[in-house]
Structure formats: structure tokens, C-alpha cells
């Protein structure tokens, strides 16, 4: 979109006086904890820019008036065909972005140029412990040092000016059960990682690493241990562990870890001395799996802990009993805020559950939760204690009923970043509209390897049915959603195609920026959100963009490419926003910038051309369970895949008994990250899982040619 040349002419002073604003800071040693607490306009120096996380910048050169002239200053293709989900940061005029597969990347931020690459060569192999895709979020930095940490569960040091390595810790428990793929932070000089894994046999923790030797500080364990054993944990937090120990019920929860994880939100409050952050779903879902009974802490919840030491300050419950993998690992952000009349010191967190809730930092007091999409898990919140009223028919475990959540599994807001504007007062909450079907499954047992989630994923897997296809694309969307924190209410709402779009940026040029599943960058007024600007990405964008300034100019960068967990999971649904591919690429803009991407390769089309079934009916349900609690979170709900792993109903393999099992059985494609099944499959389970995939996909080829 255009703007008049008067209007443009009308912020010409503006844009004089924002360009001292956006000046480069000149040469500095090293990130300290000054700039971290005082973040320079021109930099961005943390996942979230501030400790606040707000995701807000000052910098204004880029703005309402002159956004439509914003065109490609460079861009840089990334070494890997996965989902990217970092956002980079910018430090001395350097440029630091970490890929799928935990990469490392610097390039000079303002003329692209690559100086170093880091490669931790993760096995190939932990993707069979990785729940959504191989993906990083990015980096830290601190001193001369640039921190990642890797998809196998290593926490490592580079240095800034060569990419060289200085140490290397593992920091998981065990590296059979965890993953990490959340962004370290520092906080008071240290560096805090937690780890991911709630749907295998993990218990989770937030911890504490000294930078320069990577020698551990301080943990925290969200989910308490064996009682026999003194709950696993040593003074300062025997108390907390204690108290979460009680709502667990009789059942043995540590067996199988508990879940939990803190797999991204980390915040530090430098007015209260506490981090905040979230913790992950309670492990099983599925409560009758293992007996789970009671609220389960501190899983789904917001907990505060001392910065220093790691002592337990405070915590609130967002989803007691979490039985839909509604994780409270978003992203949250602090700000001080009109309410009722009075300025709070506030945590604002829209988790998974579809609520937006504000709690004061200090105390961890529930100040208001409000639903700002459909809901249906629960039919009321508490207004002072915050406690929700759980729906009964949503305890499908109790009803032996199949239950259709909204929000689904993926969560209302799942991991995107969201962004809070001090000058508009929103919050910017990426939002996705999409459903999911829960099913207990009968008779479950723990395995050695794949989800413990205790459903049955078969019973509720999506059919071969149009009627029942379309109406799920149909309800399945996306919006861009901007939060009036002080009235509680919606300032305006973007429909977007389908689900799992970006995160987002706010700055003080009253823009928003947003990349969309369907491979769209876009600009929107913070205030009204009116569309200005859109840059065609040529793949779909999961990730945040950023903005820093050199030399007087602004710059807006964002990661590109499509994956993540709506790609290789949702089967038909994976591609609602339209049929995408992953481009991997980070894309640097400017004002009055003309570059050009290359002309997109073209888009594979494969028939579906199946051997005939020749298994018997009751051998086809047991693969498609098997399939279902195996196969799905890599090939995709009903063996249907998204684009980034393989599509079984088309591979060859399925032609061959001998073939299958040599991958299922054998772990023949190991180093591609198929690793053997044989702890928990035998030879007939994977001629069950053929003759399911070579049914399902003659179901699928004759629904195709309707």
C-alpha cells in the first residue's frame, strides 16, 4: 500500500530525529549485564529483546507512513530442509541466528556477508525423542560468548568473533528421553536452559550454568521425585517438592518422569529478583494411564524462583489435572499496567488453554483470566482464586468417550512468540483456531521408545471421508489477535487462512509484523491493525522477526521456512494455508531496498499408487494403532504428511515386508533419524503397519478420484 507525499513529507522531522535514535552504538567488548538490563535501541541482544520479553522495539525510522518502500536488503539460505524457528540477535553490527539441527550462523549484519558457521553435528538419530520437528530457537549472548543449545541436550559456548568452541556440557538427565530446542537466557551473569520431552519420560527442571566454565549453578525440578529418595532434591526446595508431592494421588509419577519440561518460556523480573517461567503437560496425558490423579504440580503452570539460588518463590496452576497437552511453555511477558484504576507490576501469559491471564510478578497473585478464542475444556474460571471448572464431558478418560477439545493439542497460542506494545497497551497473541480429538486408549502400557501419552490415536485419526475432511479444514484456522490487557478484550482480530502462523514484532513506528503459514510476511498498523505491507516468503514462516539498526538504518530480519509440529503431525490439515515447502532462509529488510529472491523450485506432485491390500481387517486396526502411537508425530495423523517427512502411503517400502521391517525392526535408516522400533515392535506389528498404510492408501487414492 501506498501513503499520500504529503503524509510522507509530514514525518520527515520524525524520521530525522529517529535516525540518531537508530545510530550504532560503536565498538563494545562484549554483552554485559548493563546492556541486557538497558537494551541499546539499535540492538537486540536476547530472544525477546528485553528481560521483559516484550518483543518490543523503539525504533521507529520504519513506520505506518513509509513501510510500504521496505523491500530486501540480503538474504542467506540455510544448510538445512527442516523448520525455523529462531529469532536472530544482533550485537557490534553482527548478526547471530542459530537453524534446525542447532546451528550456529554469524553474518555482518548489514551487508550480509557470512563470517562463521557452527555445526554441533546432532545425531540424526534424536529425532526419535523429538516431539516437533528439529528445530532451534535461537541463541545468547553474553560476554564474548554466544550460547546454544542443541537438540541432543548439550549446552555450548562459542566464541563470538569465530565460532570456535570453548565448552560443552550435556545438561539432560539422560539423552534417550530429552531434547532441548528452547533459546538459552542469561540472567545475573548465568545461563539458564531447560529441556523438552513431556510426552516421553521426562521430569522437568530449569537450570543454572556458569558461562565461563558451564559448570551448573542451580536446578530447579518442576515435578517432584521419588518420595523414597527425598523427592530428588536437596535443600532450598525439599519444602515445594513436598507440597507438589501431594497432588500426584498413589500413583508411582516419577516412573515415568512426570513432564513438565521447560522447554521455552524463561523470563527474569530484575525489579523482583525472580525468573518466571513455564512448565510443560503433566506425563501421561492420559490420567487412567498410570493412575494420575490430582492437580499434578507443578506441571502447566507459571513458577517464580529466586535468581540467585533457584529457590521456589511462588507458583500458579493454569491448567490443574492437564489432560490435553496444554503446556503453559509460552512465552511471558512482563510490563506495568493500568488496572482497575491502579499501575501493576503484571505477567501476561496466553498458554495453550486459550486464556489470557495477568498475574502481579511479586506475589504470583491471579489477578484475571479471559478466554480469547472458543472454549470448551472448561466451563468457568474462579474469579479469585483462578482455578477453572473443569467441563466433565472433557475428562474422556472418566467418560470412555472420545472428547474434541477447543483449543486442541497445539494450543490456542502454541510456542510463537508473542508481542506487547507500552504505546498501544496490546498484546499481540499469534492464535491458532484448530481442534483436536482425545481418546483414551485401552489397556495402555509404557514402552522404551515413542509418545507415553496414553491415547489411542487410531480411534480418532481422521477418516477417509470428504464430508468429514472438509468440514475439519473448514473449522481449522488462524488469527492474528491484539489484546486490550487493561480491558480485557479484543482491539481488533486478523483472519488468517490456517493455523500455526508466526511470531510476531511491535515497535514503536506503530507497526506489527507477522510471517503467515501460507509464506506471507506482513506489516499491520499496531493500533487498528490495517495490512500495509506483505512480502511473499516463497515458504511458510513459523518463526519471529526482529529489528536493529546500523549506521542510521533500520533493518527487519526474519527467519523463514516451513516445519514444525502442525507440519509433520496434522495429516489433512497440514496444509490448510495453502501447499507449502520449506525454503529455509533469513530475510533481512530495509527502506528503499530492491533485492530479489530467486525464482522458487517447483512444488513436487506425487501420485498416490499403492499395492493392493491384501492383509485382513483386524490386522489393518492393530497397525493403525500401532501406527498411531509409533508413527503419526513424524508421518502424520492417518498416514497422511505434511512437507518435510516422508509420506509412507507413497514410499516404495510399503511394497516389501522384507523392506519394512529392515527400517521398523532393523533401524536401516538410522542416520536419517528412523531408528529401530524392535523395543516395542516385532516383526508381525510392522506387517500390521504395512498392511495399514497399504489400506489407508488405496482409501485415500479412491477418495482422490471421486
Known sequence: MRVSFVRKLAMASVLALSAGAVAQSGAMAGVTEAMLLNVPAGEWLSYGRDYAEQRYSPLKQVNEYNVDQLGLAWYADMDTARGQEATPLVHDGVLYVSTAWSMVKAYDAKTGKPLWSYDPKVPRETLVRTCCDAVNRGVALYGDKVFVAALDGRLLALDQKTGKLIWEKVTVPNQTDYTITGAPRIVKGRVLIGAAGSEYKARGYLSAYDPETGKE???????????????????????????????????????????????????????????????????????????????????????????????????????????????????????????GGEKRHVAMHAPKNGHVYVLDVKTGKFLSATPWVPVNWATAIDPVTGRPTINPEA??????????????????????????????????????????????????????????????????AMPADAKVQEGAKAATTGQLVAWDVANR????????????????????????????AAGEFVAYTANKGEKLWSFPAQTGIIAAPMTYAIDGEQ???????????????????????????????????????????????????????????????????????????????????????????????????????????????????????????KSALKPADAEAIRMYLIKRANEDKALASR
Open 217 to 339: 549453578v542451580w536446578r530447579f525440578n518442576t515435578v517432584p521425585g521419588n518420595p523414597a529418595k527425598g523427592f530428588g532434591v536437596e535443600g532450598l526446595n525439599k519444602a515445594a517438592h513436598e507440597a507438589a508431592a501431594k497432588t500426584w494421588g498413589k500413583t508411582k509419577w516419577w516412573t515415568l518422569g512426570g513432564g513438565g519440561t521447560v522447554w521455552d518460556s524463561i523470563t527474569y523480573d530484575p525489579e523482583t529478583n525472580l525468573v518466571l517461567f513455564g512448565t510443560g503437560n503433566a506425563e501421561p496425558w492420559n490420567p487412567a494411564a498410570n493412575g494420575r490423579e490430582g492437580d499434578s504440580l507443578y506441571t502447566s503452570s507459571i513458577v517464580a524462583v529466586n535468581a540467585d539460588t533457584g529457590q521456589y518463590a511462588w507458583h500458579f496452576q493454569e491448567t490443574p489435572e492437564d489432560r490435553w497437552d496444554f503446556d503453559s511453555d509460552q512465552q511471558i511477558t512482563i510490563a506495568d499496567v493500568m488496572i
Open 489 to 516: 478484550k479484543p482491539a481488533w482480530k486478523v483472519d488468517l487462512i490456517g493455523p500455526s502462523n508466526g511470531g510476531v514484532l511491535s515497535t514503536a513506528g506503530n507497526l506489527v509484523f507477522q510471517g503467515t
Open 395 to 460: 475428562q474422556y478418560e472418566k467418560t470412555g468417550k472420545p472428547f474434541v477439545s477447543l483449543p486442541g493439542a497445539v494450543g490456542a497460542h502454541s510456542w510463537q512468540p508473542q508481542s506487547y506494545s507500552p504505546k498501544t497497551g496490546y498484546l499481540y497473541i499469534p492464535t491458532n483456531l484448530a481442534a483436536f480429538p482425545y481418546m483414551a486408549a485401552a489397556g495402555w502400557k509404557p514402552t522404551d521408545i515413542g509418545f507415553q501419552t496414553g491415547l489411542d490415536g487410531y480411534a480418532v
Open 555 to 677: 533493518y527487519v530480519a526474519i527467519m523463514v521456512g516451513w516445519g514444525g509440529v502442525w507440519d509433520i503431525a496434522t495429516g489433512v490439515l497440514a496444509n490448510k494455508a495453502g501447499t507449502t515447502r520449506n525454503i529455509s532462509r533469513l530475510l533481512v529488510f530495509k527502506l528503499g531496498a530492491k533485492g530479489q529472491l530467486p525464482e522458487a523450485p517447483p512444488m513436487n506432485q506425487m501420485v498416490l499408487d499403492p499395492p493392493p491390500f491384501t492383509g485382513t481387517q483386524a490386522q489393518a486396526t492393530r497397525g493403525g494403532q500401532l501406527y498411531g502411537r509409533y508413527c503419526s508425530v513424524c508421518h502424520g495423523d492417518a498416514a497422511v504428511s505434511g512437507g518435510l517427512n516422508p509420506d509412507l502411503r507413497h514410499s516404495a517400502i510399503i511394497n516389501s515386508a522384507d523392506a519394512l521391517k529392515a527400517v521398523v525392526i532393523g533401524g536401516q535408516l538410522h542416520e536419517l533419524g528412523m531408528v529401530s522400533f
